[in-house]
């Protein structure tokens, strides 16, 4: 004879069941169909924002730093080492993106595979991701614009509105006052990039392309105007010798250095996020991740191979590498135009996180696990303004008051939490609808690029500071708190009430 069954055993049972209830992926598709927002992006514009958002801090400061710290010359290898650790997150989401063609990213994806919690872990995630990223960035874009007018013309800013008006000490993990005011210039960039965005992101799209064009001239100038005064000696060693750290030279360097640089690979997922405004989602979402993907790795090795030629590896341990490159040459007019392309650089970088970070929100409050007015679309632009709105004056209050190392430790772990998942959900979407369309395949099956992917991901997590992985966890403690109070009561997947045709899709594809 059975036990019985008590109504708080059933209780507990649903509750938990609720927690991992995944997402219909016809429902899912059929939100794209339906969605009002304009599609108006083709690969060309997937691309340029891919370009975008990877092109920016890291090819004008990790770059230098990699070499003098780990790698010596071979910090050219260590691109394509995590270059390729990129490349297996990237045919990833590519794979995710055309069988799921909605702006969600990571989070639509985990939520469609492994559950609405999950789903929520990750989408907080990537807030945390895009939105303090691209704060990050305004600060480094406000140093440049200081740079820029002092190189220029000769005009001096002052600290007290150019810098943040707290200092943060790594080492005893403490903020402290720094007597300044304000970073006006990031609060502006922010804003203003904003605005711009409210207003459609077809323009915005358009203004990015143009900015990617002129940060890629720059680049290849830089490139051809510095090879002739390479001095073939700089190369040798290639493989500096150990110096008793792991991380210090050798080939054990040269992985360490890979660790560093592959964040400078990170944004080509902010793609996916543009999915429900892209023309042809299933060819043009996985062109625009690998291709950019292709380009910018390509853009990296060059760079380093010149660097690491012009000047010995070990000057190259200072915050604008470049520079130090430039003034080796003695070609100050390259010097100016170079400021100019990585403010116009990191303009892009800004104005991709902060197109991504929104369409997140959306998706998350289009769900029900934020309150309807986030997923409110402009009647006009058909861009999601409110939290447009929200995102970028978080992100100009906190470069505005924030200082860039504080902002920089918390940025990147989420990212690679992201790439986890959506390696796993490749996987288990192969063995759980294998009759879905997929106009694009992670190729070798879809274990093999997808595991490495996944191991490779948790292996860089792993490298990470215990400062940074504790704010990762205490940023995941308010979002569960969140989830919890507001989030579980209104998530239409499970109150019916609320929508009963995604109660019925899902029922359906779990039978």
Not at 39 to 52: C, E, H, K, P, Y
Not at 288 to 294: A, M, P, R
Not at 454 to 461: E, N, T, V
Request: charged share 15%; net charge neutral; with cysteine.
């Amino acid at each position: 004879m059975k036990p019985e069954v008590t109504n708080y055993e059933v209780s507990q049972k649903n509750w938990w069941r609720k927690l991992f209830a995944v997402k219909s992926i016809d429902q899912l598709q059929a939100d794209a169909e339906e969605s009002t927002m304009r599609r108006s992006l083709n690969f060309v514009d997937l691309t340029a924002i891919g370009i975008g958002a990877i092109i920016g801090t890291g090819i004008f400061v990790l770059t230098g730093i990699a070499a003098a710290k780990n790698a010596g010359p071979a910090v050219v290898l260590s691109f394509v080492v995590s270059g390729i650790a990129a490349g297996t997150a990237a045919l990833s989401y590519s794979e995710m993106a055309c069988m799921i063609p909605v702006s969600g990213s990571a989070y639509t994806y985990a939520y469609a595979t492994m559950g609405e919690l999950i789903g929520w872990i990750i989408g907080w995630d990537l807030i945390l991701e895009y939105l303090v990223g691209a704060a990050t960035v305004s600060v480094g874009w406000s140093g440049y614009f200081k740079s820029f007018f002092r190189s220029a013309f000769g005009l001096h800013m002052s600290e007290k509105w150019t810098e943040a008006p707290f200092t943060f000490d790594t080492k005893t993990q403490s903020f402290s006052m720094s007597g300044n005011i304000l970073n006006i210039p990031a609060i502006v960039i922010s804003l203003a990039i904003t605005v711009l965005l409210c207003f459609g992101v077809r323009e915005s799209a358009r203004l990015n392309t143009v900015i990617v064009i002129v940060k890629i001239v720059v680049i290849l100038l830089f490139i051809f105007a510095c090879i002739k005064n390479i001095n073939p000696d700089n190369y040798t060693p290639f493989f500096p010798p150990n110096e008793g750290s792991f991380n210090e030279y050798g080939v054990s360097g040269m992985f360490s250095a890979a660790t560093t640089v592959f964040f400078s690979y990170i944004g080509f997922d902010a793609i996916s996020t543009a999915a429900q405004e892209s023309k042809n989602p299933q060819r043009d979402l996985p062109i625009g991740i690998c291709s950019s993907l292709v380009i910018c790795t390509i853009l990296y090795i060059a760079v380093c191979f010149i660097m690491t030629g012009v000047v010995p590896y070990k000057e190259l341990n200072v915050p604008a590498p470049i520079s130090v490159v430039i003034a080796r040459t003695g070609m100050g007019w390259l010097g100016i135009i170079v400021e100019f392309g990585a403010l116009i650089g990191l303009t892009s970088v800004i104005l991709v996180l902060l197109m991504g970070q929104p369409r997140i929100f959306y998706s998350m409050a289009h769900d029900g696990l934020f309150p309807s007015v986030a997923a409110k679309i402009h009647p006009r632009f058909k861009t999601p303004w409110v939290t447009t709105l929200i995102s970028g004056v978080a992100c100009a209050i906190l470069g505005g008051i924030l200082p860039v190392d504080v902002l920089g430790e918390m940025t990147s772990v989420g990212t690679l939490f992201a790439f986890v998942l959506v390696n796993i959900g490749v996987i288990i979407l192969r063995f759980k609808r294998p009759d879905l369309p997929r106009k694009f395949k992670v190729p070798l099956g879809p274990f093999v690029i997808p595991i490495i992917g996944a191991a490779l991901s948790i292996l860089l997590i792993c490298t990470a500071t215990v400062s940074t992985i504790a704010r990762l966890f205490i940023w995941m403690g308010i979002g569960v708190l969140i989830y919890v109070c507001y989030g579980r009561t209104h998530s239409k997947l499970n109150n019916p009430q609320r929508d009963p045709e995604v109660r019925r899709n899902v029922d359906k594809e779990e039978t």
